[in-house]
Structure formats: C-alpha cells, structure tokens
C-alpha cells in the first residue's frame, strides 16, 4: 500500500465528463490498495472569469477580497469530484482550505504555506473516505481566506504531500510530461523519463508552464517524490526527482522560453549608490517583483537601469516608477513589451563551460541580438526580441542536441 | 442613527455595474450615519449554473458536497461587493458563513439557523468597517458547509438583523414591493405600502416570489421590522410589520399563485389505518414535503390519496411511492402536472366568511372546476387547471376589489 496525493489541475477538470474521467483514476489507485488524497484546482476558464469581475473593480489585484472571490473556484471543483466519487461507490468528502486548515502567512495572492495539520486528513483514511482537497487557497491566523498564486495549487499538493508523508505526489495535467522544449515550438521536442528537482525549479521559473516553480522548490525541500502526467492519455509521465537518469545525462536536460515579462528600461539616474536601493525598494515594497537586472554607465555621472518584470504587474508598477522619477529626477521610463526570455537549463552545465558559448554563437548564427544575460548555476537566460521565439527555441534545442532521436 | 441589516438578490448583484449601484446605495446609508451589515445572494444565473453542474453528478440533491458547491456563489459575491465597497472608500470586509458563523443544523440544502454569534460582526461596527455576509450558507457543529434552500439568503438576513437587534431589515430585490397579484398577470394589481407578517407568510408560501416564507416567519417570530424594495428605481417599498396600515384594511390582502407543485393521486389503496402512515412517513424520512392532501373513499373498503408536491421533488418522490405501491398493492400513480395553486390571502378573513363564497361563485362563473381545496386563518387555496391561472387571478382581483383605483 502506498499512500499518495493526485493533483488534478484546470483542463483536467474542466467540465462534468471530465471530472468523471478523473473520478475513474482515482478509483484504479484505491482499487490497487493505496491511500489517496486529491487535490483540485478550478474548472479551466473558471479563475480567469473570477479574475475578470474582482479586475473591474480593483486594478490592484493582490487584497484580501480579491482571494475570497477566487477560492470560490476550487471550492466548486472539489464539491463535484467529492460527488462524482461518491457516485462510483466510493466514499469522499470535500476539503476547502480553513476545514484542513491549509495555515499560510497573510500575504493576499502571494501566501506561503506555514503548515498543515492533518489530523482531518488521517480520519479520513482511517475511515476508507478519500478526502478532496480545495488548492490553492489557505486560511490565515485570523481566519481570512488568502490564495497562493497562480499555479497554488501545485503547491498545495506537495505540501500536503511532505504533510502527509506520501510516497509520491503525482501531477495530473493536460501534457503527459516535462519536455526538452516547447512541443508546440520544437516538432523535435523529447519528453524526459526523469528530471532533477533543481533542473525542473529552473523550467518552471524559466517559463515551462507544466508546474509552479514554487512547488518545485518545496518537493525539493521535502524529498517529495513528484511526477508529472497526463488526466487524458495513459504514459508514466516525468519523474521529478533528487537524480537524473543516467541514460539521458545530457549536459542540458531543456529549452524554456517565456513571454509573459516585459523590459522597462529608466534613462539617466543620478550614479548615486542610494538610488538602486530606492528604486528596487519602491518595487518590493508594492509586492513587484523583478527579475533579470542590468545596470549600464552613461555619460555625466549618470546610469541606465534595464530590468524585467511580470507583464501583469506592469499596470501596478508604472504609477510606482512614475513616482519614483519625479523622486529622484531621471529623464524617462522605457518600457519594451516585445520580448521574450530563452532560458537553457541543466544539471550539467556545473562542470561545462562550453554551453554559453555554444548559446552565444547559436543566436549570432541566427543574427539574434541578445539585450540582456542572466546565468545560474544550471541555466542561463537571454532576452531577445519576441519574434525570434521559434527560431531560437529550435536552434538551440538541436545546438544542444536534444532532438529526439527516432532509435 | 439606526442599525440594519440591508439584503441584496440576485438581479441586484448580476454584474459588476450593479454592485457597483448597490455599494452606492450602502454608501448613503453609511452617511446618514447608520449602522449597516449587509447579506448578499448568489449573482442572478450564477445559482442555476452549478445546480446543473451538481445534478449532473448526482440526481438527488440533498448532500453536503452539493451545498459546498452551491455556496460558492455567494462567497464571489461578498468578496466583490466588498472590493466595490472599499472603492468607494468605505471600509469592508466578507464574511463566509464559517467566518461569522452561522451555525445551523445538519440537514443538507435544507438546513435551519440555529445561532448566529455577532461578536466578530460587532467588531466591525466599532471599527466602522461594512461587513458583507455571504448568504444562503451556515455550518453545522462538524463544520461543514449546508445551504438554506432557495431564496436563503432572506432567512440569513432576517436571523442577522434579530441576531443583531437591528431596527430594520431592508430586502433589495428587482420588485419595488408587494402586490395584491403578480402585476405580470394582472394589470390592474396595485402595491401595497404595508402588510402583516402573517399575510406575507402566506403570500410568500402560496408562491409570491418576493421573500422566502421562512424569513417573514422569523422575523414574525423576532418582531423584525421587515421592508421589501427595489435596488433599481427609488421607492419605500413595502413594510411587512405587526399591523397592516389601516387606509388600505380590506378584507383581502392579495392574491397568489403557485405553478411549482405537481398533483399525485394514489388509486384504490386499502383501507386501513395505518396506511395513510406509512405513506406520509416515507415521504418524511426522504425529506420530500407534501402540500394539499385530500382524501376520498372509493368502493370495496379502498380509498383514494390525493396531494400536490414540489415539482423539483417528483424525481425523488416517484421511485419512493412506486416502492409503497408495492408494498400496500395499491393500483395506481397518477401525476398530474397541469395545475396552479391560487391562493386569496388575508387578516380580514378571520372575521369575514363570505370570502370562500366569493372565491367559489367567481370561479363558478368562468367555468373553472375546483380540483383541490385547503383553508387556513387567512387563506383559501385551491387547485385548479394550469391554463386557466391569468383569467383566474384577474378575476378574483376584481371580485375583491383589489383592483388599482386610479385617484
């Protein structure tokens, strides 16, 4: 007997037949004697909806209300898959987060899990009842509903996996595992059999839509044994795990790429050292977050600023630097939406000093212009314009030889 | 300053523009300088969407999972109008049901109030922040979620104001108050400033849409001062109190009609006892209400049953009474489901026995056959054919002389 969490996201809840369908799965794994818990996310198409209501009347999304209205979705989903299980004979019973309680910090729409008792949750398992989990959503010390952004409820099951100590915490989604690259851009993309929880932090942050980065970082903490699979066609999936499989040991396990950030560019900062400080503040302060950061010398003692953002935190962070402008009295704010970040990721890439320039010289091939460069450990990271996407997502993927060999 | 409790339905809340309209109307409340909590429904349409979902799943209705599925539409309204409250830069919060909590039984769908704790709501008035409480749902001692039945977020408001001794309970729907008839069917129905809880009671029973009967029965029970108004256009609306205004002490307060009740007649049952019983009993135990019964004798020491019931229960009600046929080998099920109940409704029959006589003679004289008749205090209902509801009701608005004087 093992005892695992499902986590069964938007496509594969969509509507009625398809929560049935799922109901089936879950059936086969309490059938085969094991333990489940189930976590649901929203119908697909549903958050967006709820999103579009509590957007016209408040810009600013990240309040506490704006939570309660969206923990509505996957309230409905787990009320009906607790009902379709119901109707195959199965005992189960819905779970929304402050009934658990999912306990996180007080940060509307960006909360963090700080724990999860699951004396509820052992109950049900004693008594043969397979409880169904709201995700996504959580309850704060004072009893206010909070969500953890988009994608929670990936988190949501692997918390509750680590909670738990399951023996495995499998991710049903609508493609049957990770890829070497986007396969709706690379015809040649491979699926991986395996891939480390640190290579897989990195496709997440990095664009690849399969998971939340968040929930990576916390299987990792937790050595909670994840998969990502498929609701719609029977494969084993990608094993998310500490190593990688040895008979793919390539030095790059992936291509992500990801247009949902834009460039903001601010022109002639007074060079003073307060003045990052300041900007970078301002910026946290109002919950925006930034990512790959260049700073340039201009003439007369004055610095350029170049540094990318989520595309949906741009309405909320213009008034910011607008703000900041006047404040510390530099001539203008350039914003870029055309862009598009290609990151190439691997374990490998510790000991393998060939793979940036292997990168750089793809692109100049290709007479990409590459505007910024981020590197880690195991990734590094361009921005180039937007239009490019296909292009370089291919040339790379078959640069790093990761088309798919047909054996 | 006084304390109410305002309520808002469903047309009320059917789109962001009208929360935006009902915060405004909040708001003037709020500078008057009252005390205000508000009760909000599902948004119109919201309600029937997940109810097609649940019944899907599940045929019959009555269980916990299908409550946690309903009472998500409250919860986006209350998070939303608070978002649209706090815009107008008053402070507000939501309250689901276990936030405030509204306790009830555990009865499924059908659950009852059975104490409302204020002490949190409380907490918002000393600190001038506008509670919003999401109606229609409760929760029972192991804390899972019920709903109320249709139209529930009336009782809640109804138990809110008696819980919170407010001054008034003021239900906003898409009606400016209460007419002697369904102004739809009858051009000539007229609204009145005033009527008592006890004629509301049986308006609202015998299928006025205005107010759900249970709420005009608790706030008889707690003496809360009732009003019924429009959120679309300025008026008083109509007071529902202890005692009807006297300019308008006609023998008739108004006249109702109901089209969601089927009529059932069990054939040639054996006469004994126990029988009428068992019949009743197992309607009970699956919590499926009978209205009208009528019984008759027929030959061979057999009887005939007759009863209306709701025509959402039929599904569940068929199965049950095929089982009893069974069982006391009665011969035949007939259903029914071409009739209307009309109901005359007022206090001024107590005293006054030429209204059956008027009811009786009036339908006489259009030909209407009598198929059914149940009597009350304040009420005469019968049952008649569904075609016949339009000309029924005008004429019985005539012949009380409840038809609009135009002065």
Redesign the interface.
């Known amino acids: 007997m093992a005892r695992c969490v499902l986590k069964f996201g938007g496509t594969s809840v969509a509507n ?1 037949t398809r ?2 369908h799922v109901a089936e799965i879950i059936k086969q794994e309490i059938d085969a004697g094991n333990q489940i818990a189930v976590v649901v996310s929203a119908m697909a198409g549903n958050t967006n909806e ?1 999103v579009g ?2 957007h ?3 810009s600013h999304q990240a ?7 969206l ?3 996957e ?2 989903t ?3 898959l ?3 299980l ?2 195959l004979g199965l005992k ?3 779970f ?1 987060a ?2 658990v309680p999912i306990q996180t910090d007080d940060s509307p729409s960006h909360a963090r899990i700080t724990n999860i008792p699951t004396i509820e949750l052992e109950k049900c398992f004693k008594n043969n009842i397979v409880p169904v989990v709201a995700g996504f959503q959580g309850i704060t010390k004072e ?3 909070t969500t953890l952004g988009r994608g929670g409820s990936d988190t949501t099951a692997v918390a509750l996996a680590a909670a738990l100590s399951a023996d495995r915490c499998d991710i049903y989604t609508d493609v049957d595992g990770v890829y070497t690259a986007d396969p709706r851009l690379v015809a040649k993309a491979s699926k991986l059999s395996s891939i480390t929880y640190e290579e897989m932090f990195e496709m997440a942050a990095q664009g690849a839509k399969v998971l939340q980065a968040r929930s990576v970082e916390l299987a990792m903490k937790h050595k909670v044994n994840l998969r990502v699979l498929s609701s719609f066609i029977k494969s084993k999936g990608t094993y998310i795990t500490s190593e990688r499989n040895l008979v793919e040991s390539t030095v790059i396990s992936g291509i992500a790429h990801n247009q949902n950030e834009v460039k903001i560019t601010l022109v002639d900062i007074p060079n003073e050292a307060a003045n990052i400080a300041t900007i970078f503040g301002k910026l946290t302060e109002n919950l925006i977050n930034v990512d790959m950061i260049v700073q340039s010398c201009s003439l007369n003692n004055k610095m350029n600023l170049t540094f990318t953002l989520l595309r949906s935190d741009l309405d909320r962070a213009l008034p910011v630097l607008e703000k900041i402008k006047k404040e510390l009295n530099f001539s203008e704010i350039i914003v870029d939406n055309e862009i598009v970040k290609i990151s190439v990721i691997g374990i490998g890439m510790k000991c393998n000093m060939e793979v940036a320039s292997t990168l750089f010289k793809t692109l100049a091939e290709h007479n990409i212009h590459i505007q910024l460069i981020s590197t880690s450990e195991i990734k590094i990271s361009v921005i180039i314009d937007q239009h490019y996407t296909p292009l370089a997502v291919a040339a790379l993927h078959t640069a790093f030889d990761l088309d798919e060999k047909k054996t």
Request: aromatic letters at 6%; charged letters at 15%.
């Open positions: 009625v929560l049935e709820l209501y509590t016209s009347l408040c309040t506490l209300e704006h939570d309660v209205v923990a509505a979705g309230q409905i787990s009320g009906l607790a009902l379709a119901q109707r189960s019973r819905s929304l402050w009934q009893n206010r509903i």
